[in-house]
T-cell receptor, first 114, second 112 residues
Framework: GAVVSQHPSWVICKSGTSVKIECRSLDFQATTMFWYRQFPKQSLMLMATSNEGSKATYEQGVEKDKFLINHASLTLSTLTVTSAHPEDSSFYIC??????????FGSGTQLFVL | KQEVTQIPAALSVPEGENLVLNCSFTDSAIYNLQWFRQDPGKGLTSLLLIQSSQREQTSGRLNASLDKSSGRSTLYIAASQPGDSATYLCAVSLGANSKLTFGKGITLSVRP
């Protein structure tokens, strides 16, 4: 079964509103989670590394004030897209390491901004 | 900066054919390499993980090889089936618990 749960699987929102996406590790603790974004027919691009109990590390070109990441517990990281615009419409996906194992991915969230 | 390339972007084969998907990366100092499968609008499923010290990994009809010095990996699919139709992504990591750098993927279509 799934070891990383991501919700919602899809969301439609109006331009200017904020959307929160949750990523949970189901049966293990994840001190580090990763958030990726994928545009159609493009590769997954890392947005940020979410660190439990500390600030997230953002990749170059990713606006930290627009994509708020909170990793308040060892099993939950959230990504909030603030003041969403149509160009933010994309597939967002999280991942987490289970100790000394390969990376597990959530099922992804398709965001549509009208 | 690590770059991962997967060519071609799309591939169509008849059912039953054995096929090879290629992946190349620019920085050979990798920690591991993973092959993933992605179905349309879905998350990623890890297929095979090869550590930098390994040459290949096998799972069922899938076999992945790694040649670190030349910066190449291949995913071999034996006796392809329509259910194998998906996008196959290659990704490399530079360290334990480290971020992955992905290729754009190869979209495979297996015709009945």
């Amino acid at each position: 079964g799934a070891v990383v749960s991501q919700h919602p699987s899809w969301v439609i929102c109006k331009s200017g509103t904020s959307v929160k996406i949750e990523c949970r590790s189901l049966d293990f603790q994840a001190t580090t989670m990763f958030w990726y974004r994928q545009f159609p027919k493009q590769s997954l691009m890392l947005m940020a590394t979410s660190n439990e109990g500390s600030k997230a590390t953002y990749e170059q070109g990713v606006e930290k004030d627009k994509f708020l990441i909170n990793h308040a517990s060892l099993t939950l990281s959230t990504l909030t897209v603030t003041s969403a615009h149509p160009e933010d419409s994309s597939f967002y996906i999280c991942s987490a390491h289970r100790t000394n194992e390969k990376l597990f991915f959530g099922s992804g969230t398709q965001l549509f901004v009208l | 900066k690590q770059e991962v390339t997967q060519i071609p972007a799309a591939l169509s084969v008849p059912e039953g054919e054995n096929l090879v998907l290629n992946c190349s990366f620019t920085d050979s100092a990798i920690y591991n390499l993973q092959w993933f499968r992605q179905d349309p609008g879905k998350g990623l499923t890890s297929l095979l993980l090869i550590q930098s010290s390994q040459r290949e990994q096998t799972s069922g009809r899938l076999n992945a090889s790694l040649d670190k010095s030349s910066g190449r990996s291949t995913l071999y699919i034996a006796a392809s089936q329509p259910g194998d139709s998906a996008t196959y992504l290659c990704a490399v990591s530079l360290g334990a618990n480290s971020k992955l750098t992905f290729g754009k993927g190869i979209t495979l279509s297996v015709r009945p």
